[in-house]
């Protein structure tokens, strides 16, 4: 049976004051219980999950990502970024993950891994610091699938966390490809073309 505690009591535990808790709790730190009469209380899983340990063995994983080697830089400062939002938010992090490669790319290696561990209900949480360090598009599809299997997707949303012109290199990419099959359908429809109105011999 799950150990429960009233606010002086969890307040107690954890060195701190009952409007300290309040103060988390809008700081989306943690959340208290309530009971059928509106009663606040806090659970043993909390206090362990403020001490950094994790009762459900679920983990929580931060993802971060750049487009190039080039960009070690961005790599970098994408992880401070998130190491203190982490931090300011009372995070206890598990694995710290990243990966080099577009946004538009799926089958990166580290984000592949991660989705699987979603799937196999092994992640409670992935923070990431913009939609876009996840996947360029389709995000949507992504949280929907992380919801199914019981994972929350964190953005923190820092807008400088996406660089413009790695935005302006995916869009180039998706304009290359979508030419390129439209030349390559005219191409063919023309080759086509050619056979139909070839002289029989």
Not at 18 to 26: A, F, G, I
Not at 104 to 126: C, P, Q, Y
Request: hydrophobic share 35%.
């Amino acid at each position: 049976m799950t150990t429960i505690y009233t606010p002086r009591e969890f307040a107690k535990l954890v060195k701190r004051t009952p409007l300290t808790l309040r103060r988390w709790e809008k700081a989306g730190i943690i959340q208290a219980y309530r009971t059928p009469t509106n009663r606040r209380y806090y659970t043993h899983e909390q206090y362990l999950a403020l001490l950094g340990q994790n009762p459900t063995g679920r983990k929580t994983v931060v993802y971060y990502r750049v487009s190039s080697a080039g960009q070690k830089p961005d790599r970098q400062r994408q992880k401070q970024a998130l190491e203190q939002f982490c931090v300011a938010s009372g995070r206890a992090v598990d694995d710290w993950i990243s990966d080099i490669g577009s946004g538009l790319n799926f089958s990166r290696k580290n984000f592949t891994a991660l989705m699987d561990a979603v799937e196999r209900g092994e992640i409670k949480e992935i923070v990431i610091g913009h939609k876009d360090r996840l996947v360029r598009f389709g995000y949507e599809w992504f949280q929907a699938f992380c919801e199914k299997h019981g994972t929350t997707l964190t953005v923190m949303n820092v807008e400088s966390l996406s660089p413009e012109q790695e935005m302006r290199q995916d869009l180039l990419a998706i304009i290359h490809c979508f030419s390129s099959r439209l030349y390559g359908l005219r191409k063919s429809k023309k080759t086509l073309q050619a056979i139909v109105h070839e002289p029989t011999p």
